[in-house]
């Protein structure tokens, strides 16, 4: 399908909901509650002992337990105002595809990429960028669009690119991270996926027949990942929450299986230009893992279910920008989600191309 594909009736629609939104787009994307403009974002950061207010310890989620969580999700900002009418604007000089819907509101969350002109005719490299995997990530769509917007045409004559900029676009309406089924997306990253976000991505980039050489997912790791994310997933999987620090900065992980570090370090490089790099913890590590080298750990994508693995790209990247930092404004961190994309385009350009 392409953009036209969202028929009248669905704008309508999905304009009506943004004036339902429960919260204004500045609001939703204020420093430190930028997760969450809900009141989970006043919830203090539990304990090991205390309870997710959902579930009994111990216990995995059920049918019931999931469908009380889902009940407590609400709209906080306009998927369609903030994403959909950008993504509408770069027509003129991009082809844009609507390769899918979610089942859970097909008119409202359609899901969109943004591609070069002839992608997979001109013999160019071919690269990957997605954001909001996590939809309440909200630099890694904003900084998408953004790159889309001020520096994609300088790489034009270089790559073929697709930029899938909200992968998870129900997730971005009511921050959350995990989809309506209380999945998270960018754990399902598999075969037979858990997760329609998921599932969908995979199969249009299957259906285009490219080998990608670069792959980058945008995220953020949030205060709300401590405080309320990783709470409700132990909750979820009837396990101990064990709580850990939150790194104050940017930061890269890469594939244990194919870690690139030059490639990771070039994106460092490219960053500390514009924000400042996570430092480790008191033990060497970035959220409970190892730093190889500044600002940069290592997962094994693929195994995990990763975004940044399902592509088998030669250079793969996830990069973590820090959105509740003091030292740093909305305008940064979508900054530096377009710099981690040049430093990488540039690495690559010189190392492949």
Request: proline share 7%.
């Amino acid at each position: 399908w392409t953009l036209c594909a969202l028929t009248w009736a669905a704008r309508r629609r999905l304009a009506r909901a943004s004036s339902a939104a429960a919260c204004t787009p500045l609001a939703a994307r204020s420093r430190g509650a930028r997760a969450f403009c809900s009141a989970t974002s006043a919830r203090p950061a539990r304990s090991a002992m205390s309870a997710y207010p959902i579930g009994r310890p111990g216990d995995k989620w059920g049918p019931e337990e999931r469908a009380a969580w889902l009940a407590q999700t609400s709209v906080k900002r306009s998927y369609f105002e903030e994403v959909v009418r950008k993504i509408e604007l770069l027509k003129t000089n991009y082809e844009v595809i609507q390769y899918g819907a979610l089942s859970h509101d097909p008119e409202r969350y359609p899901l969109f990429a943004v591609k070069t002109n002839n992608f997979g005719k001109t013999g160019k490299p071919a690269i990957l960028v997605t954001g909001g995997v996590h939809g309440y990530e909200t630099s890694g769509v904003q900084g998408a669009l953004l790159f889309l917007q001020t520096k994609a045409k300088s790489y034009v004559d270089t790559f073929d690119f697709i930029v899938a900029p909200c992968v998870s676009p129900w997730g971005y309406e009511t921050i959350n991270r995990w989809n309506p089924h209380a999945v998270d997306p960018n754990r399902s990253f598999v075969p037979d996926s858990p997760s329609e976000e998921a599932a969908a991505l995979m199969n249009f980039v299957s259906s285009l027949r490219v080998q990608f050489l670069g792959h980058i997912d945008l995220h953020e790791t949030t205060d709300t990942d401590e405080s309320e994310f990783r709470p409700a997933l132990a909750a979820r999987d009837g396990e101990e929450f064990k709580p850990d620090s939150v790194p104050d900065g940017f930061y890269t992980v890469g594939d244990t299986e194919n870690p690139q570090e030059a490639f990771q370090a070039a994106i460092i490089r490219s960053v500390r230009e514009v924000t400042h790099i996570a430092p480790p913890d008191a033990d060497g590590n970035i959220i409970g893992t190892p730093i190889t080298q500044e600002g940069v750990i290592n997962y094994p994508m693929k195994s995990l279910g990763l975004c940044g693995g399902f592509t088998d790209a030669r250079y793969t990247t996830t990069t973590e920008v820090y959105p509740d930092s003091p030292k740093v404004s909305n305008e940064d961190c979508n900054a530096a989600q377009v710099a981690a994309l040049t430093g990488a385009l540039n690495f690559i350009k010189q190392a492949a191309c």
